[in-house]
């Protein structure tokens, strides 16, 4: 029987809108509660109105634009209540996905842990803000990555944009991100170590760090 070549179709104009918008908002080009008018992002990328319109529409279906009748579509903003359930919710299933991740084949995981730390000190070093918070995901999202739950990973990924999103706003200040680096060298350090309650409770606290940071986010926004 002749094989049938599968043949890759190329990202539909709103796929592309939607991934460039998408990036933009995580990046923090866009900033939080922006207005996003359809003719605006037409012109800067040079394709008509109608792939905008469902590339934001896409995105409001994901969270991270909210799209007001007679008023247009605005990147997403979060009240301290919003951020306050978010952490939460992180802190849930980060934690669970963590112990099974332990269970099912703790060597993995910690060992993708410290290449992910290695190359976060290089970018450290470098001073390469953005690949250091690509990396910062990253770390997180190991943990899903190992831990052998679909439903865990699914849950996460509805919210991973929307966490990105915060974390490059929250990292804006210097201090942050060194402050960052230092928990995740611990969290990876404890659990080589075998002290994984230590280590969770560091995660804890830097994912909880996201709740007593509202006030600089909302700020920060204002600047």
């Known amino acids: 029987m002749t094989e049938i ?3 890759k179709r190329p990202d539909s104009l709103s796929k592309t809108a939607e991934e460039h918008i998408r990036k933009g908002i995580i990046n923090g080009t866009f900033q939080l509660g922006e207005s996003l008018p359809e003719v605006k992002l037409s012109n800067a990328m040079g394709i008509s109105k ?5 590339a934001l529409s896409a ?3 994901q969270g991270l634009v909210q799209i007001f009748p007679h008023r247009g579509a605005f990147v997403f903003s979060l009240s301290q209540g919003d951020v306050v359930q978010l952490c939460q919710y992180r802190l849930i299933l980060e934690s669970a996905a963590l112990e099974q991740a332990l269970e099912k084949n703790p060597s993995v995981l910690i060992n993708e842990l410290a290449t992910i730390v290695s190359k976060m000190s290089e970018t450290q070093e470098a001073d390469e803000f ?3 918070l690509e990396l910062d995901a990253e770390f997180h999202d190991a943990f899903f990555r190992s831990c052998g739950n679909s439903y865990l990973r699914d849950g996460y990924q509805k919210v991973s944009d929307i966490v990105q999103t915060m974390r490059t706003h929250l990292s804006k200040r210097s201090n942050r991100t060194k402050k960052s680096f230092k928990e995740h060298q611990a969290i990876t350090s404890l659990l080589g170590e075998g002290k994984v309650k230590a280590a969770t409770n560091t995660l804890k606290r ?13 700020s920060l926004e204002q600047v």
Request: hydrophobic residues 30%; aromatic residues 8%; proline residues 4%.
């Open 5 to 7: 070549l599968q043949i």
């Open 50 to 54: 109608t792939p905008i319109r469902e």
């Open 59 to 61: 995105l409001n279906l």
């Open 206 to 218: 830097q994912i909880t760090r996201g709740e007593r940071s509202y006030s600089d986010l909302v």
């Open 130 to 132: 953005e690949q250091y």
